[in-house]
C-alpha cells in the first residue's frame, strides 16, 4: 500500500454514491435491475484528456468526467456512480495511480436510469 505523504490530494469537489447494480426479480422472470448502495465517496474532479477521450470514442465510450477518489480496491466496472445532482454514471475504468491511495473513475453518462432502492429495504 502507498505511504500517505504531505502530496496526498485532497478530496473537496465533491461527493459520489457507488452502488451495485441488482436483479430484483425473481428467477425466471425478465431482469427488473435497481442499484444498491454500496459506498460513499468524496472525490476532486480531473480533466479528462484529450488521448482519454479519444481512445475511448474509438471503442464507443463516451468518457464525460474523469474523478480521483481515495483508493478502495471494492469498486468495479460493473458498478454506478451517482452525485449529488442524481446524474448516473456507468464506471468504465478504474486506475490506480503509482505511489499513491488514489484511484480514477472514468465516467461514462447513463441514458437508462436505473430505480434507486433506499437504506430502508
Known sequence: MAKLTNR???????????????????????????????????YAERTVGIKRFWEAKAH?????RLVR???V?????????VGVDGKQ????????P????????SLERIDKVYDIRSNDN
Open 8 to 42: 496526498t490530494p485532497s478530496f473537496t469537489d465533491g461527493v459520489l454514491q457507488i452502488y451495485e447494480v441488482f436483479n430484483k426479480a425473481p428467477k425466471g422472470d425478465k431482469p427488473q435491475e435497481e442499484l444498491v448502495p454500496k459506498m460513499t465517496l468524496r
Open 60 to 64: 464507443d465510450v463516451n468518457i464525460q
Open 69 to 71: 477518489c481515495p483508493r
Open 73 to 81: 480496491d471494492d469498486v468495479s466496472t460493473q458498478d454506478v456512480a
Open 89 to 96: 454514471y456507468r464506471i468504465a475504468q478504474v486506475q490506480y
Open 98 to 105: 503509482a505511489e499513491t491511495p488514489t484511484m480514477d473513475l
